[in-house]
């Protein structure tokens, strides 16, 4: 069985800092992508940055330049690098693993809340 785990997540003041990470344990066969999601409430999920497995990152437009999305292949790890926060970012973040060839699978971390709040 596959658990993404994530952690890092917490309060912190407008213009912080925080790094997410997300470890994954169980066999799989490697994803072709990772990214972080993010639900405020009275939202739908949506993303805020993803890698593919050849090192392809894209980002939301309202994270660009603020947040890194990074991965540890060896340790089957993704990480967010969440600079210059804003109210606005607070949200749950949520970890993603998929794969778009065979075998296909998708896979969600429980996520981690982040409130950003003087």
């Known amino acids: 069985q596959v658990q993404l785990v994530e952690s890092g997540g917490g309060l912190v003041q407008p213009g912080g800092s925080l790094r997410l990470s997300c470890a994954a344990s169980g066999r799989f066969f490697a994803p072709s992508a990772m990214g972080w999601y993010r639900q405020a409430p009275g939202k739908q999920r949506e993303l805020v940055a993803g890698?593919?497995?050849?090192?392809?990152?894209n980002y939301a437009d309202s994270v660009k330049a603020r947040f890194t999305i990074s991965r540890d292949n060896a340790k089957n790890t993704v990480y967010l690098q969440a600079n210059n926060l804003e109210p606005a970012d607070t949200a749950v973040y949520y970890c993603?693993?998929?794969?778009?060839?065979?075998?296909?699978?998708?896979?969600w971390g429980q996520g981690t809340q982040v409130t950003v709040s003087s």
């Open positions: 890698i593919t497995s050849d090192g392809r990152t």
């Open positions: 993603n693993f998929k794969r778009t060839w065979a075998p296909t699978y998708e896979y």
